[in-house]
C-alpha cells in the first residue's frame, strides 16, 4: 500500500538516503525526479504511479540528514498520521492560517513535524501535506 503512517516517516528521518530509497520502493513508490536548488541541496522527489496523489520528496541536507515531505493519499491518511502524533508526545508549538492554507507543527523529543491542509482559491478540493525530520538537523525551511 502506498500510503506512509507515523512509523514509516520516523524510519525516512533515522535512515539515510539510498535505505530510504529502497523502503519507499518498497512501498510501491517510483522515481520522478531529482533537483538541486539554488543552496546545493538535493531533493528527490518519488510517486505512486503517474497521476498520484500521494507523493514523498526527500531533502538531503547532508550524507545523514533527510527532511521527509510527504503528501498524504487522502484526508483520512492524513487524518491517521495526525492522531498518532497526538498520542506520542508531540507538543504544539505553532499554528499560522492562511487563505490558501493552515498549518500546526509540533515538536516531540527527537521529530519535528509540520501538518498542513491546503486549499487552493476557486478549488473545493483540499490538500494536505507534511514535513517531517529529526531535530537534531537543521534545515533552511
Do not use: W
Amino acid at each position: 500500500m502506498a500510503q506512509l503512517n507515523y512509523k514509516d516517516l520516523t524510519f525516512l528521518a533515522n535512515n539515510k538516503i539510498d535505505k530510504n530509497i529502497e523502503y519507499i520502493k518498497h512501498k510501491g513508490y517510483v522515481f520522478r525526479q531529482e533537483k538541486t536548488t539554488g543552496d546545493g541541496t538535493k531533493q528527490v522527489y518519488y510517486e505512486k504511479g503517474k497521476l498520484s496523489r500521494t507523493m514523498v520528496v526527500m531533502r538531503i541536507l547532508n550524507n545523514l540528514s533527510v527532511v521527509i515531505s510527504y503528501v498524504p493519499e487522502d484526508q483520512n491518511n492524513f487524518e491517521n498520521i495526525q492522531n498518532e502524533i497526538n498520542k506520542t508526545g508531540f507538543n504544539l508549538i505553532d499554528s499560522t492560517s492562511s487563505d490558501r492554507d493552515s498549518c500546526s507543527s509540533y515538536q516531540s523529543k527527537e521529530y519535528f513535524i509540520k501538518l498542513c491542509e491546503v486549499q487552493f482559491p476557486g478549488s473545493t478540493e483540499k490538500s494536505h501535506n507534511i514535513t517531517f525530520y529529526r531535530k537534531d538537523i537543521s534545515s533552511n525551511n
